[in-house]
């Protein structure tokens, strides 16, 4: 006992001395403005909320009305217990969105990579990942049975140059939008790469709110998995993975992160149908072009609402992520290793719909400040 106190003590102790010690921030309310502990009121760049969605009227009645209707938890895992209807119906609306034959919802979308990459990724098969890619790929290829080699990001011929080296089947698995640097991933030349190769290309589209969009016609020359968050533009909590019905049969059947756990809770998967159901509405596509206008005050043209300001130095970050939130009352996270390279820590702006012209205006100025 004494023997794991001390090295839980040395961990920690090492984890302070490299000036990584993290701790968690209570926020009270809903966002984008919050209350801190101390009372402060600020205004947060941090949330993967996109369009606001986690706050709006239909998606967070559509959870009452399911909590009523089913109760707070699912019970155990869809095989045991069943799927719920609201289960059935948010799969058929993912797959109506994503243009597939089928969709399965996972409890978070980092169940939803781990699925997918551990069926998928069986002995004798190549998974090449970009190497920026989320820390759920990483980790689903680690779990997973198959050779794993990393590309150089968003460098396509080294995409290729590895599966010309590799005499088996293949999968190419990336973010769309990569969640540090918000920048795009090459679609149109992976899908042409994988068609060569006949590679499974597996898409993390957790991000992917202002695009981009598949290639035209890409379904029909490649096998492609679209995997998603229900966490991030749909304001609520879970995440799918969506393609041809025999491959998501197949994940039903031989992904453990969906076999031994409880399914998604009805509340969380009703607030997840509605907000998909206004996403896909005239009223989503202006939440749509308000934040590309909240995106272009901060980085004109830039293709995601993710805006990194890159210091380089971690205490660089820290300090300007500090001065942000004390002198401004604004918050935007400090992002650095082991999440991001050595060298590249930097600021993680985060814009939204629910952003006032006003509030990213503060934080346009308060950037240039620094
Ligand atoms: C690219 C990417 N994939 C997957 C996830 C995991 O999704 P979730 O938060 O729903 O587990 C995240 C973020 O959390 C992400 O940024």
Known sequence: MTEWKDRVAARNEGIADAGRWRSI?????????????????????????????????????????????????SGSARLIVGARPVHRELEAELASWKSTEAALLFPTGFAANLGALTTFGTDGVLVVSDELNHASIIDGCRLSRAQVEIARHADVDHVESLLRAHDGPAIVVTDTVFSMDGDLAPLDDLVDVCARHDALLVLDEAHAVLGPSLPKGATDRVDILRVGTLSKTLGALGGFVAGPRAFVDLVVNAARPFIFTTAPTPADSAAALAALELLRSEEGQTLVSVLRARVDQIATTHPSPIVPVVLGDEERAISAAARLLDDHGLLVPAIRPPTVPAGTSRLRVALSAAHSEDQVTRLAKALAEL
């Open 25 to 73: 921030r209570t926020l009270d309310g809903g966002g984008p403005v919050f209350t801190l502990d101390d009372g402060r009121s600020i205004v947060s760049f941090a949330s993967n909320d996109y369009l606001g969605l986690s706050q709006h009227p239909s998606v967070v009645d559509a959870a009452h009305e399911a909590l009523n209707r089913y109760g707070s938890g």
